[in-house]
Each structure stands twice: as C-alpha cells, then as structure tokens.
C-alpha cells in the first residue's frame, strides 16, 4: 500500500489541528475482514460497514462515498439523520438504521428507502399502519435480544415459541418487507477470556435457534441472517452467516483490527505554537498535576480536549515530533496541550506533530487512558478538518470542500 504524503511535513495551508483519512486504508482494512471471513468459511459473505457517529469521526459523507466505490454491500448507521447525511452525498447502497425512528418519520424512511430495525411487534404494527397510510411498503430488519439486553424480541430457550409468534405475525404485515433478522454480540471482543468465549457461543446459538423457530413457524426465510460484529469478525469468523457488520475494524483500530490485519487509517496531527524552558519546581497547566523534577524545555500544541483530546489522557500519552517520542504534560486544556521536549533540542515553532496514527496509535493512547480507540475518534469535533487521502494524494478537503 503507498503511504500518504505528507509524513511529518508542513500542515497544509494554514492548519492548527487536523485529520488526516487514508482511504486506501480503508480500503486494505475491508479487504482483509473479507479474506479473514472467507478464510474461516471457504465463501465470501455480504459485508456492512458501519458508519454511525459520523463514520466514528472519520467523516460519513467521504466515508460512505469511498465504502460505495469499492462495493460494500451495505452501510450501517444509528438513526435517521445519520442515513439523511449519507443519502444527500449520492450514496445510493443499501442503509440499515440500527436504531429506533419513530413511526411518524414513515415517509423519511420510504423517499431515502432505508432499512429500519424492528425490535417489537407493537413497534412494528405501528410501522406497517404508517406505511399503509402512503401505500408502499418499508423495508425492515428484525433484531432478537439473545443477550446484548438492549433491544429487540428476547431470544432464550424459553421464549422460542412467543418469539416466532410475535415474528409470524411480523413477517405477515402486508406493508412491511422483512430483509434480514440479526443479533449483536455482548463480549465478542473479549478473545481468550472463558467466560466471553461461552457467552458469545451462547449467544450464537440462541440467535440459530430463534431463526429456525420462526423459519419453521412463519414458512417465512429470510434474505439475510447476520450477528458478527467486529469482534465476531476477529475472533469467531465461523459464525458469519450471510453477512458480517464491519464496525471499528474498517478504521484499523483495536485488536479486532490487528487480528484480521488491519492498518490505521486516521492520524491527527498538530503544529509547535510555541516552545519555552521553564525552572525545576516550576508547575504546568491546571490542577499543577506536572512538576518540573529539572529545568524543563515544554513545547505548546493547539490541541486540547476541544478537540478531542480527552482530559483523561492527562500525563498518560506520548506524541510524536519529527525526532521522537515527547510525553504529555499536565492537564489538557480546552485548546491547547503541553509537552515535553528536554530531550529532543530540535523540536522548534511550527514542526508537525503526529498525536496519533501510524506511528503512535489510538488504541495505544486508548489503553494508556483506559478507554477504547473509538472513543477518541468519535470525539474529534467539526473544528478539526478532515482531509482525505488516496494513492497519497489529497482528494478531498473537507473544510475547502477540495475534490477530484
């Protein structure tokens, strides 16, 4: 794969803080969860990426875009807005809202003609009345709860045959057309630990005895069965089924990435606003949680938890200057951060700064702070640009709405 350009030179035009997007990446990432499924399964499965929370802060609109061009079959997305976003881009693929939209946006769902999750009966009679009302019908997707303990028809052994009622009932809605029936892995995530494992083979086992209740009662098949998220991916491929939903392995972060060898596709960079020595004794930022053990060279960057830094990587991450590894100092700021720079004498105002990405990864920074990647990039705000890259050439500014 090419690397992009740009590797710890200047920021392009004028820049405070911005994201950098390696569609490419993304792309190698899908790829490698489809040879990772089909290694496991001797087939090739539909495959969904999921898109909610604006692509996990990578951006939908290009996101979506890029996912469409190398043909991912569907996308998947949290509510209504999120698929209107994607749909006034041009995406034209197949949508799947995982969550609730109220029966009163009916026609919304019909004109952007989404796939939306049923997870009751009475939710879905009044969908299919809203739906009767324009005379068309609404593709859904039914969920079963076979442990998540969220939403949907609970699946367990001793609910089978309310479960294929109620779903009987479903499927026989004349305004409704019925497209897949799904589940959502609890601990899929958690490789090696017994307990996750069992849970997650339980699970699986649920949801296949769910489906075959309401097949055989219904006399009704549906088109697509699917439960892997991205921790099935990882580490239970063999239950793919149809379709797989590809979630934060399509970034290349967490160790569900790494397992199906996924790279990162997002790196954050900053510029030096400012660098300055201050004495040994000397305290920095709020709360003095930083004190000076000699006389310190610290290094100011315009990133804070404004822009999605989190506060709690506080004095618990490194970043990387075009000459190594600097730690962070004190508490982070609204819009700035500090760093320590006593020994790397060459950082000056204006160099680079990767605060993560390839070389320092979020899932680093996450661990380090204990959190996951997904929240670090999910709190990248509108104020950070993003701009994408592939082939190593910039092909979309976000902000100066640049595109080839």
Same mark, same amino acid.
């Given at each position: 794969?090419?690397?992009?350009?740009?590797?710890?030179?200047?920021?392009?035009?004028?820049?405070?803080?911005?994201? !950098?997007?390696?569609?490419?990446?993304?792309?190698?990432?899908?790829?490698?969860?489809?040879?990772?499924?089909?290694?496991?399964? &001797?087939?090739?499965?539909?495959?969904?990426?999921?898109?909610?929370?604006?692509? #996990?802060? #990578? $951006?939908?609109?290009?996101?979506?875009?890029?996912?469409?061009?190398?043909?991912?079959?569907?996308?998947?997305?949290?509510?209504?807005?999120?698929?209107?976003?994607?749909?006034?881009?041009?995406?034209?693929?197949?949508?799947?809202?995982?969550?609730?939209? +109220?029966?009163?946006?009916?026609?919304?769902?019909?004109?952007?003609?989404?796939?939306?999750?049923?997870?009751?009966?009475?939710?879905?009679?009044?969908?299919?009345?809203?739906?009767?009302?324009?005379?068309?019908?609404?593709?859904?997707?039914?969920?079963?709860?076979?442990?998540?303990?969220?939403?949907?028809?609970?699946?367990? !052994?001793?609910?089978? =045959?309310?479960?294929?009622?109620?779903?009987?009932?479903?499927?026989?809605?004349?305004?409704?057309?019925?497209?897949? *029936?799904?589940?959502?892995?609890?601990?899929?995530?958690?490789?090696?630990?017994?307990?996750?494992?069992?849970?997650?083979?339980?699970?699986?086992?649920?949801?296949?005895?769910?489906?075959?209740?309401?097949?055989?009662?219904? $006399?009704? %098949?549906?088109?697509?069965?699917?439960?892997?998220?991205?921790?099935?991916?990882?580490?239970?491929?063999?239950?793919?089924?149809?379709?797989?939903?590809? &979630?934060?392995?399509?970034?290349?972060?967490?160790?569900?990435?790494?397992?199906?060898?996924?790279?990162?596709?997002?790196?954050?960079? %900053?510029?030096?606003?400012?660098?300055?020595?201050?004495?040994?004794?000397?305290?920095?930022? #709020?709360?003095?949680?930083?004190?000076?053990?000699?006389?310190?060279?610290?290094?100011?960057?315009? *990133?804070?938890?404004?822009?999605?830094?989190?506060?709690?990587?506080?004095?618990?991450?490194?970043?990387?200057?075009?000459?190594?590894?600097?730690?962070?100092?004190?508490?982070?700021?609204?819009?700035?951060?500090?760093?320590?720079?006593?020994?790397? +004498?060459?950082?000056?105002?204006?160099?680079?700064?990767?605060?993560?990405?390839?070389?320092?990864?979020?899932?680093?920074?996450?661990?380090?702070?204990?959190?996951?990647?997904?929240?670090?990039?999910?709190?990248?705000?509108?104020?950070?640009?993003?701009?994408? #890259?592939?082939?190593? =050439?910039?092909?979309?500014?976000?902000?100066?709405?640049?595109?080839?």
């Amino acid at each position: 794969m090419k690397a992009m350009s740009n590797e710890h030179g200047a920021a392009p035009r004028f820049r405070r803080t911005w994201a !950098e997007i390696d569609l490419d990446a993304i792309t190698w990432n899908v790829e490698k969860s489809k040879e990772h499924i089909a290694k496991a399964n &001797g087939h090739d499965v539909k495959m969904m990426c999921v898109v909610k929370s604006d692509a #996990y802060g #990578y $951006g939908a609109r290009e996101v979506a875009k890029h996912l469409e061009s190398i043909g991912v079959d569907y996308l998947g997305v949290a509510c209504i807005d999120e698929a209107e976003e994607i749909r006034t881009a041009g995406v034209r693929m197949p949508i799947h809202i995982f969550g609730d939209t +109220p029966a009163s946006e009916i026609g919304r769902l019909l004109d952007m003609d989404l796939d939306q999750t049923v997870h009751s009966l009475a939710y879905a009679r009044a969908l299919n009345d809203a739906a009767a009302a324009y005379g068309r019908k609404l593709r859904v997707q039914i969920e079963l709860d076979t442990g998540m303990g969220r939403m949907g028809f609970l699946c367990e !052994e001793d609910t089978l =045959e309310q479960l294929a009622e109620e779903i009987t009932e479903v499927v026989r809605l004349p305004w409704l057309e019925p497209a897949g *029936i799904f589940a959502h892995f609890a601990v899929s995530d958690d490789p090696g630990i017994v307990e996750s494992e069992d849970y997650t083979r339980l699970q699986y086992a649920r949801f296949q005895k769910g489906i075959e209740a309401v097949e055989a009662a219904s $006399g009704f %098949t549906f088109p697509l069965h699917h439960c892997c998220n991205s921790g099935g991916i990882a580490f239970f491929p063999h239950m793919a089924m149809d379709m797989v939903r590809n &979630g934060i392995i399509t970034y290349g972060m967490s160790p569900m990435a790494d397992a199906v060898g996924g790279i990162p596709a997002m790196t954050v960079k %900053t510029t030096v606003s400012v660098v300055r020595t201050i004495p040994a004794g000397n305290t920095v930022s #709020y709360g003095r949680t930083f004190t000076a053990e000699r006389e310190t060279r610290i290094a100011v960057l315009p *990133i804070g938890y404004g822009d999605g830094l989190v506060r709690l990587m506080s004095n618990h991450v490194d970043v990387m200057t075009p000459y190594g590894r600097a730690p962070q100092i004190g508490r982070i700021c609204m819009d700035v951060c500090m760093i320590d720079v006593t020994d790397l +004498p060459e950082v000056k105002a204006g160099d680079v700064v990767e605060v993560y990405g390839r070389n320092i990864t979020a899932q680093e920074d996450a661990n380090r702070s204990g959190t996951i990647a997904a929240e670090l990039t999910c709190c990248l705000p509108a104020r950070v640009p993003r701009l994408y #890259y592939r082939g190593g =050439e910039l092909v979309c500014d976000e902000q100066r709405l640049l595109q080839r």
